[in-house]
Every structure is written in C-alpha cells, then in structure tokens.
C-alpha cells in the first residue's frame, strides 16, 4: 500500500485548509485511516483518524475538536481532513497514516510524505 497525500499550504490565522490522502493498494479490512502531526521540536501526535470498523469510528484530538473535520469514501480509500479556523499553533508537517490491524498484538503503520501547513498570525 502507498499513501499519496495532498493539500497543505499557507493561510493567515482563522483561514482554512483541507488535505486528503489515498490509500493506493488493498488496505487490510480491519484498518484506521488519518492524520498525524510533528513539528519540530515535538513528537508526531494524532490529529484525526476514522476505522473501517467499530464504534466510534472517528478519533479527533482535543486541540481539533469543532474546528477539523475527518472524512473517508470508503469506495476511493481516501481520507480527507477539513481545518478550519487554523491557528498559528498548528503550523506543523503534517502526515498521512494507514495503520493495518491484524489481531490484537500485531499491526503495521503505512505514513505517507509530509505535507507542511503553515498558519501566520
């Protein structure tokens, strides 16, 4: 499986911005789909993810919550994260995870390229 991510960019502060990643390949059935971020001085952290299966199916990080939006269509494997009102502190890289579960112990992350957000104030 490859992940061909795009979107990114620059807005000022309060803009708004949308990436979108497609799984290209036969993901596993069992799977979590989304975005993840790192600066540069920080550790990769969870934005937003949706599973194929299980409830709930949305995972969207406290800090994104009623500003980002995470989509999938199922029928393109593709996943899209909608920002809104983006803040300075989301300037980051921004990456495209596929995480194939395989039972409880094993799994294994695809990460697509970085995609750079930044917002100015």
């Known amino acids: 499986v490859q992940l061909q991510a795009s979107g990114g960019g620059s807005v000022q502060d309060g803009g708004s911005l949308a990436l979108s990643c497609e799984a290209i390949?036969?993901?596993?059935?069992?799977?979590?789909m989304g975005w993840y971020r790192q600066g540069v001085r920080s550790e990769r952290e969870l934005v937003a993810r949706?599973?194929?299966?299980?409830?709930?199916?949305?995972n969207i990080a406290d800090f994104a919550k009623g500003r980002f939006t995470i989509t999938k269509d199922n029928a393109k494997n593709t996943v899209y994260l909608q920002m809104n009102n983006l803040k300075p502190e989301d300037t980051d890289v921004y990456y495209c995870?596929?995480?194939?579960?395989?039972?409880?112990?094993?799994?294994?992350?695809?990460w697509g390229q970085g995609t750079l957000v930044t917002v100015s104030s």
């Open positions: 949706v599973a194929s299966v299980g409830t709930p199916r949305t």
């Open positions: 390949g036969e993901p596993f059935k069992w799977n979590t």
């Open positions: 995870n596929l995480r194939e579960v395989y039972n409880d112990y094993q799994e294994y992350n695809y």
